[in-house]
């Protein structure tokens, strides 16, 4: 089955301790993205890679780092968590081109930070 | 900043049409894709547009003017499972992506 997988699903920690959400596609896809949703602010996007070893910032990059070194994975890395950080987090892939424009997203990750 | 804008709760009954606005003001565009959420499910693709029309997809459509900078998305013979959140989200030529806050659609019996 074609999907996107995030682990874990749900995640309680404390400022300060070191994170990693990671995230898995399985169709082969060359871009893969990471948001954060709030009430009232919708999706922001954090990171996208557009193919392994290639990342760029979204609309909110602060506070996090990415890495893309395998195609299939694009883990999202809290080196020192803050509450401001908690948010239910998607991670999203989709082909390349612009003729491809449909993002499978994951089925979340709600992070709590106390 | 970039922003898009869309009305942030909107109500019809069953069977009806509904059209959710959208309003952008980025340069850079690319395109705007349309996306549903359930309540505490991911996001899913509905519609995209890069060019000026109508694209139309079952009871969903999708509309384009680039002039100006506006679209929309057309839900026809509304349905009780329709009721969830509706994003636009506009698409840079760079890949980056710049979502609205989100229209929740209520549907009534």
């Known amino acids: 089955e074609a999907q996107v997988t995030q682990n874990p699903r749900y995640l309680i920690t404390v400022t300060g301790k070191k994170l990693t959400v990671t995230c898995s596609q399985n169709?082969?896809?060359?871009?893969m993205s990471w948001y954060r949703q709030d009430p009232g602010l919708g999706l922001r996007q954090i990171y996208y890679?557009?193919?392994?070893?290639?990342?760029d910032k979204g609309d909110v990059p602060e506070g996090y780092k990415v890495s893309r070194k395998e195609k299939r994975n694009f883990p999202l890395i809290l080196e020192s968590p803050s509450p401001n950080q908690t948010s239910l987090y998607f991670c999203a892939s989709k082909t390349s081109g612009h003729e491809r424009y449909e993002q499978y997203f994951g089925p979340g990750t709600r992070l709590t930070v106390t | 900043g970039q922003s898009l804008e869309q009305p942030s709760e909107v109500t019809a009954v069953e069977g009806a049409i509904v059209q959710i606005n959208c309003t952008y003001q980025?340069?850079?565009?690319?395109?705007l894709s349309w996306y549903q959420q359930h309540d505490g499910g991911a996001p899913t693709f509905l519609s995209y547009?890069?060019?000026?029309g109508l694209e139309e997809t079952g009871r969903f459509s999708s509309f384009l003017s680039r002039s100006d900078s506006y679209g929309y998305l057309l839900l026809q013979e509304l349905q009780m499972k329709d009721s969830a959140s509706y994003f636009c989200?506009?698409?840079?030529?760079?890949?980056?992506?710049?979502f609205g806050t989100g229209t929740r659609l209520k549907v009534l019996a």
């Open positions: 890679s557009m193919n392994v070893e290639v990342t």
């Open positions: 980025t340069s850079g565009f690319y395109g």
């Open positions: 989200a506009e698409i840079s030529g760079t890949y980056k992506y710049i």
């Open positions: 547009n890069a060019l000026d």
């Open positions: 169709m082969n896809h060359e871009y």
